[in-house]
């Protein structure tokens, strides 16, 4: 629990700094940033359990931890896809029922291979999960637009952040190998810049996992920092960020710590 309050920190902690630089980017063009604050509904059953916190960052904003239930959710929905214990099945009557309207708790962020559906993975029905695949889970301003919307409109209180071993677009990243199109090119030109440095005497495979949990950690301060939607909603607690790894083998979905254990976790 308390590896997950250090992660809330951190996300909180980028969110501020951005908030801080448009805050201030603001400021010098004379316009309010505070003016422009997201207004939505607070998540559905979080209210009794937030505690709020002040920071000396955020005088004006309290920072107030977000619902952790949502999280708790699809957690026990990976374990029973671990076990193979699936609940779900989808059916004729629950695809009825939302042809009336969608009310997703939770966005997935994740990458596009054919293995990472995060309905599987979670076992979660129809309609509980917002699922924005990009190859290497990226986002640009259409994945992010998408996510907003999620966010704003559909009122969703997780944004997930998945990644997986043996990602190909990391590892064609992490190959240096020109692509041979433009558009494939954007994708590896997007991931390259957060490569951390090679460990000595690391084996191949370590250093594509290295690449890997920090393509996902970018990705993830990406949504906060380009965001001002996912930013407002993280700063105001209506919005849990999470870092996540999925092992392709066994299955299992592994939270990420925060940055500074990164070089510390170099078992895999
Ligand atoms: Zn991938």
């Not at 951190?10 to 003016?35: C, E, P």
């Not at 990458?111 to 889970?137: H, K, Y």
Request: glycine share 6%; proline share 6%.
């Amino acid at each position: 629990m308390h590896r997950r309050h250090r992660l809330v920190a951190v996300i909180v902690t980028l969110a501020l700094a951005g908030f801080a630089a448009i805050a201030a980017a603001q400021h010098d063009s004379h316009s309010s940033s505070h003016s422009a604050a997201v207004t939505s509904a607070p998540p559905k059953a979080a209210a009794p359990k937030a505690k709020v916190k002040e920071t000396k960052e955020a005088k004006t904003a309290a920072i107030v931890e977000p619902d952790a239930r949502p999280w708790a959710q699809l957690m026990s929905g990976n374990r029973r896809f671990v076990k193979g214990e699936h609940l779900v099945t989808s059916t004729r009557d629950l695809r009825n029922e939302l042809a009336n309207g969608q009310h997703p708790d939770v966005i997935v962020l994740t990458c596009s291979d054919s293995r990472l559906s995060p309905e599987w993975i979670f076992d979660q029905p129809m309609g509980e999960v917002f699922v924005v695949r990009t190859a290497g889970n990226l986002v640009d301003p259409i994945a992010l637009g998408s996510i907003e919307y999620a966010v704003e409109h559909l009122h969703a209180k997780l944004l997930v952040v998945m990644g997986h071993e043996k990602c190909g677009a990391v590892a064609a990243a992490v190959s240096g190998e020109d692509m041979p199109t433009e558009n494939l090119d954007a994708i590896v030109r997007k991931i390259r810049p957060g490569i951390p440095p090679a460990r000595a005497n690391a084996s191949k495979d370590a250093l594509l996992q290295d690449a890997i949990e920090a393509n996902i950690r970018r990705s993830a301060t990406d949504c906060v920092v380009a965001s001002p939607i996912v930013r407002e909603h993280v700063v105001h607690g209506t919005l849990a960020v999470v870092q996540a790894v999925y092992h392709l083998q066994s299955g299992e979905v592994e939270e990420l710590g925060n940055p500074t254990q990164l070089s510390d976790n170099d078992k895999r």
